[in-house]
């Protein structure tokens, strides 16, 4: 119980971390990985086409398990997309399809009329100049990934690990860390989807 109670402030205290930290044209801080979704988009060194859901084909056996790192970008665009789609509109609604914890819905919660946007959210704001699969099961993906947000303006790449979890049938954002080495283990076993 305790090490669960841990867990979750933890995870709060990354999450209101990673929206303080995130760049505004007048910082100067280095930022932590924030992806975003896209229909279509071109990374650096590959093609990723993605659908506008965030789930996974399963394979033969019936599994969800990600193989690729196309696929973890691919579902790594769709969440965040929504995540910032729904930042950008203030729908608490549309952040709640795409997060699977009470700790990243308080996270785009605190973020609304306060994050800096160059432009609104788009299919093509999000490049991955690197990416890695660092865990991957039926029910938790864990990736790290250093992306570049077009949409939220000049600035730093943005670099961390990003857990996804499984609910109702579809890959849901859990938490994100700043580091490969940071304690996101403990997120592949975090509750889910109890909102308030």
């Not at 933890?10 to 971390?17: M, Q, R």
């Not at 790290?144 to 979890?165: H, I, N």
Request: aromatic share 8%; glycine share 8%.
């Amino acid at each position: 119980m305790i090490r669960r109670l841990v867990a979750g402030l933890i995870v709060v205290g990354l999450a209101v971390g990673i929206w303080v930290l995130w760049p505004r044209e007048d910082s100067e801080t280095t930022p932590t990985t924030l992806p975003v979704a896209d229909e279509s988009t071109t990374s650096r060194g590959s093609t990723t086409s993605t659908t506008a859901l965030a789930s996974t084909s399963t394979s033969d056996d019936g599994s969800h398990v990600v193989t690729t790192v196309e696929e973890a970008e691919r579902i790594l665009r769709d969440l965040w997309f929504g995540w910032f789609e729904g930042i950008y509109n203030q729908d608490e609604e549309r952040i709640k399809e795409v997060v699977g914890t009470q700790a990243m819905l308080d996270s785009a919660r605190e973020a609304f009329g306060s994050l800096d946007f160059a432009d609104a959210p788009s299919g093509g704001g999000i490049e991955f100049l690197s990416s890695e699969v660092l865990s991957s099961s039926e029910e938790c993906l864990v990736v790290w990934s250093q992306s570049d947000v077009t949409f939220l303006g000049p600035g730093a790449p943005r670099e961390g690990v990003d857990v996804l979890r499984r609910l109702d049938d579809e890959w849901r954002l859990a938490s994100t860390w700043a580091f490969r080495d940071d304690l996101w283990e403990a997120d592949c076993e975090a509750e889910l989807g109890s909102f308030s």
